[in-house]
């Protein structure tokens, strides 16, 4: 009796921790995951049902135990011919995973194929299991944040800082920004960490003190390179090349003096910033952009629903030509054209031009596009879009095409 008892006390325990350290480590992050209503349909349809073997993997294993470092794209990958489908490999364990997000390394995950079709359970491991003896308990409490362990869909610091650091303006976005206009020390022309500048509003736009006290802080960015259609030629926006950030010590004001005639004017004060981190220097004519709000975002990966035909339109990065898996580039779809955070794309490749040799015309031919990679969105602008490759055969590179996945 007291081991039956103290075995389900433990199982109790156990499962009492984990409930409450899944919901209070992080209680509004999980809560504002992007599951939309289409995706929890899915699942709900793939939980009934489960998913055509068909659909799995050429190599599914029966068991999978999730290890640190794990993502939701890697694991639907291990399990799913498709790993954009994600919710329906969170359907095939619906009542286990009520939220996708909040998978932890060591669970187990179970294949279980039956009647043509594939379902997904978790599979208590030998260490979670009831005690086969007594063992005596005593009191203690132990608190663990699960939060910080949950899988993310990728690898978070792959776009962490495309989440802040590049921008896409518009043609006049920069021109109306705040700049730099001069160095403290005197004949100073290159800016670095911990030196102080002085910068100016556009027009009367003054660089002014926050009423409520609070410091501000500025992104810094230099003079942006124009993105155009491949296609039509269009400019679609500009990006702007992050070099750094500043504080602002003192804002901009207007100061009453007379001149050597002692007639009275008014001299422009400009703002005092200081610059308190680097990527590149810094100097007088860069622009000063508001530090954006620190977004915590989670990314369910799935194909759009609408029909999309989008071209890759620059490669991040100086000097890249070819974009390789894990690097960022930009395409020609935004939020206008419906584009959204977590959309996967097929990376299309050209199918060569070549002259048939079995045919004694020479008859020209054009070899049919091949998938090269895939590409999943994760920062969207209303024209632009930043994309991570995900996978790719031979670089992605300027002017490739991109086509909803299959």
């Known amino acids: 009796m007291t081991k039956h008892i103290m075995a389900k006390s433990r199982v109790a325990i156990a499962t009492l921790a984990v409930f409450t350290g899944t919901l209070v480590a992080n209680p509004v992050a999980a809560q504002n995951y992007p599951v939309t209503s289409g995706q929890k349909a899915t ?4 939980a009934q049902a489960g998913v055509a073997l068909s659909e799995l993997a050429a190599n599914a294993p029966d ?4 290890k640190r470092g794990d993502t939701l794209w890697a694991i639907s990958g291990v399990f799913l011919k498709h790993p954009w489908r994600w919710p329906e490999l969170w359907g095939m364990n619906l009542q286990d995973i009520q939220n996708p997000h909040l998978i932890y390394p060591g669970q187990m995950l179970h ?3 039956k009647e043509g079709r594939a379902t997904l359970r978790t599979k208590q491991s030998a260490a979670d299991a009831p005690p086969t003896e007594t063992v005596k308990v005593s009191p203690r409490t132990r608190y663990e944040s699960l939060a910080s362990d949950a899988l993310p869909t990728l690898k978070n610091h792959l776009i962490e800082p495309f989440l802040a650091e590049p921008v896409i303006v518009d043609e006049n976005g920069l021109k109306s920004a705040p700049r730099i206009v001069a160095a403290a020390q005197e ?4 800016l670095a960490r911990g030196d102080r500048a002085y910068a100016r509003g556009q027009g009367d736009a003054m660089l002014i003190d926050d009423a409520s006290k609070k410091q501000k802080e500025y992104r810094i960015f230099r003079n942006a390179t124009p993105l155009k259609d491949p296609g039509t030629g269009e400019v679609l926006g500009y990006e702007a090349q992050y070099v750094g950030k500043a504080v602002m010590v003192r804002g901009e004001s207007v100061q009453a003096s007379t001149d050597k005639d002692g007639k009275a004017r008014n001299d422009i004060v400009p703002a005092t910033i200081d610059i308190v981190s680097a990527k590149e220097e810094m100097r007088v004519g860069d622009r000063l952009l508001p530090e954006p709000e620190r977004q915590l975002l989670s990314y369910v990966p799935h194909a759009p629903q609408a029909k999309v035909e989008a071209r890759i339109v620059s490669v991040y990065g100086s000097g890249v030509v070819n974009a ?6 930009v395409i020609n779809r935004g939020t206008r054209d419906g584009v959204e955070n977590g959309h996967v794309l097929a990376i299309m490749k050209d199918g060569a031009r070549i002259i048939d040799k079995t045919d004694e015309n020479r008859v020209a031919m054009k070899l049919p596009d091949e998938r090269n990679g895939l590409l999943m969105v994760f920062r969207t602008f209303e024209k632009l879009s930043y994309a991570l490759v995900l996978e790719i055969t031979d670089g992605a590179k300027v002017g490739d095409r991109l086509v909803n996945p299959r």
């Open 324 to 329: 390789a898996q894990n690097q960022v580039v």
């Open 43 to 46: 699942a709900a349809q793939v």
């Open 63 to 66: 068991t999978y135990t999730v």
């Open 111 to 113: 294949l279980e194929r």
């Open 187 to 190: 004949g100073r022309v290159i």
